[in-house]
Nanobody
Framework: QVQLVESGGGSVQAGGSLRISCKAS??????MVWFRQAPGQEREFVAG????????DYTDSVKGRFTISRDYAKNTVYLQMDSLKPEDTAVYYC?????????????????WGQGAQVTVSS
């Protein structure tokens, strides 16, 4: 059974940092990404690894502040979030896919984690 489990969310003041993790079990994935969803808004792509497992992409609003990384031995993907802003407040979801697709298309992903709350106060 495939599972994605996020950890590491929390609350921080603006300008602070957090790191969230997503551990996959049941199989390994190359294409793993992070989405986020704020209250009343659609789920949006944040950062991710492509199907080759190496190339990365970020949404413009987090470029230069967030860094995605992975540890294949632990089957875990991380999102380091620095210089956090109140508008980064959201539930962050890890997702993975086994077929070709677009980074930013929610429908491309077959597996989802339960979400990790990130709250940034001003």
């Amino acid at each position: 059974q495939v599972q994605l489990v996020e950890s590491g969310g929390g609350s921080v003041q603006a300008g602070g940092s957090l790191r969230i993790s997503c551990k996959a079990s049941g199989r390994a994935f190359n294409a793993m990404v992070w989405f986020r969803q704020a209250p009343g808004q659609e789920r949006e792509f944040v950062a991710g690894f492509s199907s080759n497992g190496v190339a990365t992409d970020y949404t413009d609003s987090v470029k230069g502040r967030f860094t995605i990384s992975r540890d294949y031995a632990k089957n875990t993907v991380y999102l380091q979030m620095d210089s956090l802003k109140p508008e980064d407040t959201a539930v962050y979801y890890c997702a993975a896919r086994t077929r070709p697709g677009s980074y930013s298309n929610v429908k491309s992903y077959d597996y989802w984690g339960q979400g990790a709350q990130v709250t940034v106060s001003s």
